[in-house]
C-alpha cells in the first residue's frame, strides 16, 4: 500500500486543534478538503482515530498511541528542513501574537516591546485579551503563540513556564486619612474597597483571608482594568490590593502600604506555550525575550 505521508500533517493538525474546522486554520486548507483527508487517513489507518465527545475531537486509543512518535516524527523533519533557516532576529518580518491580562501589559509589554524594537525593527506584537477558560484552546490552535498570566492549575496540554514571583501592596492616594496611623487588618477591613478582578462575585483573596480572621469588607467598585485604579484612587478615599509592580506604576499621587498582615502568599507569573512550538526557533526567540525581560524587572 502507498501511504499519503500528507496525511501525517492532517493527523497533527487535528490532535493540536481537536477540530476540523481548526485543523483546515493550521493547515491552510478548507474544511471540506480537511475532513476528506481525514477520511482517506481513517481508511488508511482502520481506525476512526477521532470522534467528537465533550464538544472537541477526543483521540482513540490508536490515535494516543500514534501520536507521540508521529509528532516527534514531524518534528525532527521540520528541524532538518529547517536548519538552513533559522530565526534571524535583526533580520526577521513578521508579527507574534501574546495573550496579556492588564498586569502583563502595564508591567512586562513596555520592556518587552524595546527589546524587540531593538533587536527585531521587522517584528510587531499583536497583544490579545483572553479568556483563561479557553486558553488551552487557543495555544493548540495557534491563535496565541504563547500567554501570559497567573494559573494555578495550567491545562495539561501546555508549557508553563514561571517568569516572575509577585506579592500584593497595598494602595492609596497620599493624605488618605487611613494613612495616618498604622495598619492592621482590622483598620483595613474598615475601609471602603475597589477590586480589580474578572469575576463577577465582586470576591478576591484579600476576602478570603480577612474571612479566616472574622472580618469582611465592603467592596465599592468592582472594575476588571487594573490600570483605571490610579485615578480612581486618587479621585476617592478608596483603597485596593494590587500587585507590587503594577503598583510602582501607578504614578504620582499614590501612596503603597505593607499587606503582611493579611498573610497573603505570594504568587506566579507564568508564561503558558504549547509543546510543538519547542523547536521553532521564531517563537524560542520570543519566550526567550519574554523571559529575558521578566527577570530584569
Known amino acids: 500500500m502507498t501511504f499519503d505521508l500528507n496525511l501525517l500533517l492532517t493527523f497533527e493538525a487535528i490532535d493540536k486543534a481537536r477540530s476540523v474546522s481548526g485543523a483546515a486554520r493550521l493547515l491552510g486548507l478548507s474544511q471540506p478538503a480537511t475532513s476528506a483527508a481525514l477520511s482517506r487517513l481513517r481508511t488508511a489507518l482502520g481506525?476512526?482515530?477521532?470522534?467528537?465527545?465533550?464538544?472537541?475531537?477526543?483521540?482513540?486509543?490508536?490515535?494516543?498511541?500514534?501520536?507521540?512518535?508521529?509528532?516527534?516524527?514531524?518534528?525532527?523533519?521540520?528541524?532538518?528542513?529547517?536548519?538552513?533557516?533559522?530565526?534571524?532576529?535583526?533580520t526577521a518580518q513578521g508579527c507574534f501574537v501574546i495573550g496579556v491580562t492588564d498586569y502583563a501589559s502595564a508591567v512586562i509589554a513596555p520592556a518587552l516591546s524595546?527589546?524587540?524594537?531593538?533587536?527585531?525593527?521587522?517584528?510587531?506584537?499583536?497583544?490579545q485579551a483572553y479568556d483563561k477558560t479557553a486558553v488551552a484552546a487557543l495555544i493548540d490552535g495557534g491563535s496565541l503563540d504563547l500567554v501570559i498570566g497567573?494559573?494555578?492549575?495550567?491545562?495539561?496540554?501546555?508549557?508553563?513556564?514561571?517568569?516572575?514571583?509577585?506579592?500584593?501592596?497595598?494602595?492609596?492616594?497620599?493624605?488618605?486619612?487611613?494613612?495616618?496611623?498604622?495598619?492592621?487588618?482590622?483598620?483595613?477591613?474598615?475601609?471602603?474597597?475597589?477590586?480589580?478582578?474578572l469575576a463577577r462575585d465582586g470576591r478576591g483573596?484579600?476576602?478570603?483571608?480577612?474571612?479566616?480572621?472574622?472580618?469582611?469588607?465592603?467592596v465599592c467598585l468592582a472594575l476588571p482594568h487594573l490600570m483605571a485604579l490610579p485615578e480612581?484612587?486618587?479621585?476617592?478615599?478608596?483603597?485596593?490590593?494590587?500587585?507590587?509592580?503594577?503598583?510602582?506604576?501607578?504614578?504620582?499621587?499614590?501612596?503603597?502600604?505593607?499587606?503582611?498582615?493579611?498573610?497573603?502568599?505570594?504568587w506566579t507569573l507564568h508564561m503558558l506555550w504549547s509543546p510543538f512550538a519547542r523547536k521553532d526557533s521564531a517563537t524560542a526567540w520570543l519566550r526567550e525575550a519574554v523571559s529575558r525581560v521578566s527577570a530584569n524587572l
Open 47 to 90: 481506525d476512526e482515530l477521532f470522534s467528537y465527545a465533550g464538544g472537541a475531537m477526543q483521540p482513540t486509543p490508536v490515535a494516543r498511541r500514534l501520536a507521540p512518535g508521529l509528532h516527534a516524527a514531524l518534528a525532527d523533519l521540520r528541524g532538518v528542513l529547517d536548519a538552513e533557516r533559522r530565526f534571524e532576529p535583526a
Open 114 to 127: 524595546a527589546w524587540v524594537a531593538t533587536c527585531a525593527p521587522g517584528i510587531d506584537l499583536q497583544l
Open 150 to 197: 497567573s494559573f494555578a492549575d495550567p491545562p495539561d496540554r501546555s508549557v508553563a513556564t514561571p517568569l516572575l514571583r509577585e506579592v500584593f501592596t497595598g494602595v492609596a492616594r497620599i493624605g488618605h486619612p487611613a494613612l495616618s496611623g498604622p495598619m492592621d487588618a482590622v483598620r483595613f477591613a474598615s475601609l471602603d474597597h475597589a477590586l480589580f478582578t
Open 205 to 218: 483573596a484579600v476576602d478570603d483571608l480577612l474571612a479566616t480572621q472574622g472580618l469582611t469588607r465592603r
Open 232 to 266: 480612581i484612587l486618587r479621585a476617592t478615599d478608596l483603597v485596593a490590593a494590587v500587585p507590587s509592580r503594577a503598583a510602582a506604576r501607578f504614578g504620582p499621587g499614590i501612596a503603597t502600604f505593607d499587606l503582611a498582615f493579611l498573610g497573603l502568599a505570594p
